[in-house]
């Protein structure tokens, strides 16, 4: 029994016009609820609208929910309610090379993340603003462990009172694998064209042809070092060490014209504050 070539064609239009509907129907934005009131708004915080023209999409859920797994969260410290000693955060040491790191991390951004951290795990962090010109003169004389010059920095003011240096150093910052894998149609679609013939064959060839998918993923290695040591001798309280993946990818995908792709991971800047959070989380368990 023959097939009747327009009726193959008229299926595969079909076909087509079934996709590029989904498609439509699929990239539209959706409108919110308004009826159901946000949690935050319900407890008084402030809460701030998504004007991007794709609010409610799928592409802008997908996205959304790629972004609330990257972003900040508040570590429930285990001795927070119990007052810590007086310490000062100075900026610590990035030993590894990797370009994208260093062009991107600098040591005040870790110290940064680390006053942060050990206000909120309740301890008494005396700012680096507010040191001014001492600040070098403190950082030059723990590094070099000179005792002497630590004290003579902590005879006046607020910093009677300090007990504790800390400092975070990044010992490793570098990518550790990569894989990837996809799929181009055109050789498939070639042969699909040649061997089935006519004009159904032509156009399930081409349409076999167009289908191209597209995934790659790549993981860091990053690791953080803490010291602590006293305010006044520069001897070494304690360290330690703590190392966490970040993931990076990206997929994409297209059909007969009709794509869809995704990007996303774990930031530097987010990856080196997880590592802060976790080290604070050791000290402030271990050493309060």
């Known amino acids: 029994?023959?097939?009747?070539?327009?009726?193959?064609?008229?299926?595969?239009?079909?076909?087509?016009?079934?996709?590029?509907?989904?498609?439509?129907?699929?990239?539209?934005?959706?409108?919110?609820?308004?009826s159901t009131p946000d949690k935050a708004a319900a407890s008084g915080?402030?809460?701030?609208?998504?004007?991007?023209?794709?609010?409610?999409?799928?592409?802008?859920?997908?996205?959304?929910a790629a972004a609330d797994a990257a972003a900040y969260k508040e570590v429930a410290y285990k001795?927070?309610?119990?007052?810590?000693?007086?310490?000062?955060?100075?900026?610590?040491?990035?030993?590894?090379?990797?370009?994208?790191?260093?062009?991107?991390?600098?040591?005040?951004?870790?110290?940064?993340?680390?006053?942060?951290?050990?206000?909120?795990?309740?301890?008494m962090?005396?700012?680096?603003?507010n040191l001014g010109h001492l600040l070098n003169e403190i950082t030059l004389a723990y590094n070099v462990g000179n005792a002497a010059a630590a004290r003579k920095s902590f005879q006046s003011g607020k910093l009677k009172t300090t007990k504790w240096i800390v400092k975070f150093d990044i010992l490793k910052?570098?990518?550790?694998?990569?894989?990837?894998?996809?799929?181009?149609?055109?050789?498939?679609?070639g042969l699909v064209s040649q061997f089935?013939?006519?004009?159904?064959?032509?156009?399930?060839?081409?349409?076999v042809g167009s289908v191209?998918?597209?995934?790659?993923?790549?993981?860091?290695?990053?690791?953080?070092?803490?010291?602590?040591?006293?305010?006044d001798t520069t001897e070494q309280v304690a360290q330690g060490y703590k190392e966490l993946k970040m993931?990076?990818?990206?997929?994409?995908?297209?059909?007969?014209?009709i794509s869809a792709g995704a990007k996303g991971g774990v930031g530097l800047d987010t990856m080196v504050q997880r590592l802060v959070q976790t080290a604070v989380w050791e000290i402030d368990a271990k050493y309060k």
Not at 83 to 106: H, M, R, W
Not at 180 to 189: Q, T
């Open 196 to 207: 089935a013939g006519g004009v159904g064959g032509s156009a399930a060839g081409q349409v």
């Open 173 to 189: 910052a570098e990518p550790i694998a990569a894989n990837s894998k996809g799929f181009d149609g055109a050789a498939i679609g």
């Open 247 to 257: 993931e990076v990818g990206n997929t994409k995908t297209s059909v007969l014209g």
């Open 1 to 34: 029994m023959k097939t009747n070539p327009f009726v193959c064609m008229r299926v595969l239009l079909l076909a087509v016009l079934a996709l590029l509907l989904a498609a439509c129907m699929e990239t539209a934005p959706r409108a919110t609820s308004e």
């Open 212 to 231: 191209k998918t597209d995934e790659s993923t790549g993981v860091w290695l990053v690791g953080m070092r803490y010291k602590i040591m006293k305010a």
């Open 45 to 64: 915080a402030p809460t701030f609208g998504n004007p991007s023209p794709n609010a409610g999409s799928s592409t802008s859920e997908r996205a959304n």
């Open 125 to 129: 962090v005396l700012e680096r603003a």
């Open 79 to 123: 001795n927070s309610k119990k007052k810590g000693p007086a310490l000062i955060v100075i900026p610590g040491e990035i030993k590894s090379n990797n370009a994208s790191f260093v062009q991107k991390i600098t040591p005040n951004n870790i110290a940064d993340f680390g006053e942060l951290e050990l206000s909120q795990a309740n301890f």
